[in-house]
């Protein structure tokens, strides 16, 4: 079946720095991905939408400056989070939308930690 | 309020045993899908679902349109089984796959 992968899945980063997070359909194409952040015992929330080859759309409260979306390609979809801070500290999700199936393919996540 | 709600919140149930965790949606939605997340985190997509009934092995999914309500279920409960489970309505919005979620129902099984 179709996969999605994510890397890293886990990042130990110090405040101020930025980290990337990239995100790829391994079989399919994708024009459009998704990501999502996930904190500790709380449902998923959709940060902003990737299209490619076209700006991002972001979710209202999301910052565009400092979650940095680039969707170059049809399988690569990149998440920076720019300066970050320990309140960035979460779970990120990525999904991809496979047009052909109709359905949303989901990818292991990142778990990223900011000291 | 939530637009896509679940219940129980939590669940508890002997190996061996029938599970059904129900959701419901408020928005309009072109498709119900059911998720699987296990503790260390990856999201596995179970079903999608826009009418009736699917099966796939001992899982169960089904739909109502008019009542906007949607089970989970799952037959011979394994310790492996043990998630959350998470409902989620893609088409709210004019969006076909823009996805609002539940908040999950942690399902625990003990042998």
């Known amino acids: 079946g179709a996969v999605v992968s994510q890397h890293p899945s886990r990042v130990i980063c110090k405040s101020g720095t930025s980290v990337k997070i990239e995100c790829r359909s391994l079989?399919?194409?994708?024009?459009?991905m998704f990501w999502y952040r996930q904190f500790p015992k709380q449902s998923l929330m959709l940060m902003a939408t990737?299209?490619?080859?076209?700006?991002?759309?972001?979710e209202q409260g999301v910052e565009k400056d400092k979650f940095l979306i680039n969707h170059a390609s049809l399988t690569l979809s990149t998440l920076t989070v720019t300066s970050a801070h320990p309140e960035d500290s979460s779970f990120y999700i990525c999904?991809?939308?496979?047009?052909?199936?109709?359905?949303?393919?989901f990818g292991p996540g990142t778990r990223l930690l900011v000291l | 309020k939530n637009e896509v709600e679940q219940s129980p919140q939590n669940l508890t149930a002997q190996e061996g045993e029938f599970i059904t965790i129900n959701c419901s949606y408020s928005v309009g939605i072109s498709a119900l899908h059911w998720l699987q997340q296990h503790p260390g985190g990856g999201i596995v997509s179970l079903f999608m679902?826009?009418?009736g009934k699917k099966k796939h092995g001992r899982l169960i999914a089904t739909i109502n349109i008019q009542e906007k309500h949607s089970s989970l279920h799952i037959t011979a409960s394994h310790p492996r089984d043990s998630a959350v489970y998470i409902c989620a309505a893609s088409g709210g919005g004019g969006s076909n796959y823009k996805l609002t979620f539940g908040k999950g129902t942690l399902l625990t099984v003990n042998p």
């Open positions: 990737s299209n490619e080859g076209s700006k991002a759309t972001y």
């Open positions: 079989d399919f194409q994708a024009t459009t």
């Open positions: 679902l826009s009418s």
């Open positions: 999904s991809a939308w496979d047009s052909l199936q109709e359905t949303q393919y």
